[in-house]
């Protein structure tokens, strides 16, 4: 499984209600929510954001509330990935149950700048900057997670298992 797109590319600290700010969550519907994601930090993101774009971020993505709507707008944008130096626990956990994949790896975070082109191989880890030629290591999934990935979330994947 690999994905391959364009940076955008926030700081520290970027939490819930700037993923998704509160006053949109009175909506569960995923292209409701990708028209507003971001745009607290980044106003012109739901415009620009395609099919394919990966978000890259510093330390805590995720923080804040337990809220699954911010996973799923930025799922639902288009986004195949987003790469962090840490994150949240409770998002890290919410991603990986919608089938967003989320990647942890400092060094492609420092290297990685916006507007870059990156392919990721997620049964690998590897993070490729096609545009500075580098690539960087993460942690590839687990393959139980990768088949929860592939099954395009949690509920899937157990409805799959099941039938």
Do not use: W
């Amino acid at each position: 499984m690999k994905a391959r797109g364009r940076i955008f590319k926030y700081g520290d600290n970027v939490d819930t209600d700037v993923i998704i700010p509160a006053r949109y969550l009175n909506t569960s519907d995923p292209q409701e929510l990708a028209k507003h994601c971001m745009e607290d930090i980044d106003s012109t993101f739901a415009q620009k954001v395609q099919k394919g774009d990966i978000i890259v971020a510093d330390k805590n993505f995720g923080c804040g509330s337990s809220r699954e709507h911010a996973p799923i707008a930025i799922k639902a944008s288009g986004v195949s990935c987003v790469i962090a130096s840490t994150f949240a626990r409770i998002f890290y956990r919410n991603a990986i149950n919608i089938g967003l994949p989320i990647l942890e790896c400092e060094e492609a975070v420092k290297g990685i700048d916006a507007g870059d082109e990156v392919e990721i191989d997620f049964s690998t880890g590897t993070i490729t900057n096609l545009t500075k030629n580098e690539t960087y290591q993460a942690q590839a999934f687990p393959e139980f997670m990768q088949k929860i990935i592939a099954a395009e979330g949690l509920i899937n994947y157990i409805k799959k298992d099941l039938a």
